[in-house]
């Protein structure tokens, strides 16, 4: 199975500061097939970004991803009060799918 | 908007079965080619994809819990189910129920929290 190994494991920022969150799989995968979730306490995950790069309806446009291959990044661009919460990548690339350990994103 | 909501014991036994129930509404679980999914979250962890299920019945399940996990559908009522032998302890988590598109899991339900214990 593909590993997804997510960086850092907590990110201590401040309101309108910028957050850059890492994902690495242990093999390739299709850019079609990786996908970034945002879940608060108490909640279920939220879908933010699939194919790597498009936004889910709905989520505003300081979310974004890139990424290729092995190496994939999602990047918040201005932080809001309601944006700190763990963040999930998720790859279909190849069965199972599988799941990122998570970013923990707290305010510093 | 697809709503999904899961129903089913909070508290199992161990070594017995463990069995939701997922209720779609807001549309029709044989619209469109989308994958019924269960997904568990052990408390303060990451999320685990059990497995999915075609309206058709067609089924994919996580190698790592195949030999215990059973997905069916009914589409009649415009729900599926999870039915996961053999419990312990281990099993204890939060079951989302899901919708998976093309890649990614677009709607989630609330995810129903149960514990295995005598």
């Known amino acids: 199975e593909i590993v997804l190994t997510q960086s850092p494991g907590t990110l201590s920022l401040s309101p309108g500061e910028r957050a850059t969150f890492s994902c690495r799989a242990s093999q390739s995968v299709s850019s079609s097939y990786l996908a970034w979730y945002q879940q608060k306490p108490g909640q279920a995950p939220r879908l933010l970004i699939y194919g790597a790069s498009s936004r889910a309806t709905g989520i505003p446009d300081r979310f974004s991803g890139s990424g290729s291959g092995t190496d994939f990044s999602f990047t918040i661009s201005r932080l809001e009060p309601e944006d700190f919460a763990v963040y999930y990548c998720q790859q279909d690339g190849s069965s199972p799918i599988t799941f990122g350990q998570g970013t923990r994103l707290e305010i510093k | 908007q697809v709503q999904l909501q899961e129903s089913g014991p909070g508290l199992v036994k161990p070594s017995q079965t463990l069995s939701l129930t997922c209720t779609v509404s807001?549309?029709?679980?044989?619209?469109?080619?989308?994958?019924w999914t269960w997904i568990r979250q052990h408390p303060g962890k990451g999320l685990e994809w059990i497995g999915y299920i075609y309206h058709s019945g067609t089924t994919y399940y996580n190698p790592s819990l195949e030999s215990r996990v059973t997905i069916s559908v009914d589409t009649s009522n415009n729900q599926f189910s999870l039915d996961l032998n053999s419990v312990t302890a281990a099993d204890t988590a939060v079951y989302y129920c899901a919708r998976y598109d093309s890649g990614s899991i677009d709607y989630w339900g609330q995810g129903t929290l149960v514990t295995v214990s005598s």
């Open positions: 807001g549309g029709s679980i044989t619209s469109g080619n989308y994958y």
